[in-house]
């Protein structure tokens, strides 16, 4: 069955720079700026699994929830989108600043969960890395210069630490990667209409990015905020180097459209769990 380009939800597929890639019922978010550049790419949706998550739904990782088959045929369904054969890395998040290279050599037969990291790069064609969020932000790099890659899980702690910026140093540093040359795409996360955070984070987020707090603050309550984690992470890599035209969020709230993506946040306190979702990136055979 081929991958097709599918159109039916306007909201989405319109969006300047995604596109909709389906097989059977997976869907995912593609951007094309970095399929141009010679990146497959894809932010999942929940459609077209086998867990009940209630049913039916596209649980891609958190193995103390879900049954290990259950996961495994799930991956093996959102891998069909990508034609050929297409080795994934994956890694045990931490909500942390650590950086896993994917270097010649390794054995990549199957995913790999157990390297504790929060992203991962390499220069390696036909591996795909991939991130598990379900609120939190996937942020994918492609340098079409060096042919070098990154994928990169940044909730609100990761980004506080500067996980993106840390990724695309590490990236410079094995594979001279220049941040000007990075196209980067976000996918769908908690935004500013729905993530509220306390004081805590108010702050913590204030010493960060003490310039940039009007744009991704709104005060609510009690010391409380609304944060764009979305505007925060561009804020980072517009500070790193990567040019503002190079940089496509993915409008789209996982806490708002929970009929298309997991949330930790809505579903894990109402239902007691929830999925999670992948963004994966990876450089085509040149």
């Known amino acids: 069955m081929p991958v097709e380009t599918i159109t ?3 909201e989405l597929a319109e969006h300047a720079g995604f596109r909709w890639l389906a097989r059977g019922d997976i869907r995912a978010l593609s951007c094309d700026a970095l399929a141009r550049a010679g990146f497959a790419n894809a ?28 996961i495994r045929e799930n991956r093996r369904r959102f891998l069909s989108l990508f034609p050929g054969d297409w080795s994934l890395a994956t890694g045990w998040q931490e909500h942390g600043t650590e950086v896993r290279v ?33 609120d939190c932000v996937p942020v994918l790099l492609g340098d079409p210069e060096t042919g070098a890659c990154a994928a990169v899980h940044a909730g609100w702690r990761g980004t506080a630490a500067g996980i993106v910026p840390f990724a695309l140093a590490r990236m410079s540093e094995e594979f ?68 503002p035209d190079n940089i496509h969020p993915a409008p789209l709230c996982t806490m708002c459209r929970t009929d298309l993506f997991f949330s930790y946040r809505r579903e894990k306190q109402k239902h ?15």
């Open 43 to 70: 932010f999942s949706t929940r459609a077209g699994g086998c867990s009940p998550f209630p049913e039916n739904d596209l649980n891609l990782a958190g193995f103390s929830e879900d049954s290990a088959e259950n």
């Open 102 to 134: 994917v270097r010649d050599g390794m054995s990549l037969p199957d995913a790999r969960d157990d390297e504790r990291c929060d992203a991962l790069t390499t220069n390696l064609p036909r591996v795909l890395l991939g991130v598990k969020t379900a």
């Open 176 to 243: 001279g990667t220049r941040a000007r040359d990075v196209i980067a795409a976000m996918g769908a996360a908690a935004l500013g209409c729905c993530y509220e955070v306390g004081p805590e984070v108010v702050e913590m987020f204030n010493s960060r990015f003490a310039e940039d707090a009007p744009s991704i603050f709104k005060p609510t309550a009690g010391g409380r905020a609304l944060v764009d984690l979305h505007e925060a992470n561009h804020c980072q890599l517009t500070r790193a180097g990567v040019l």
């Open 8 to 10: 039916d939800d306007q």
């Open 272 to 286: 007691g769990r929830t999925g999670r979702l992948f963004g994966v990136i990876g450089r085509e055979t040149r």
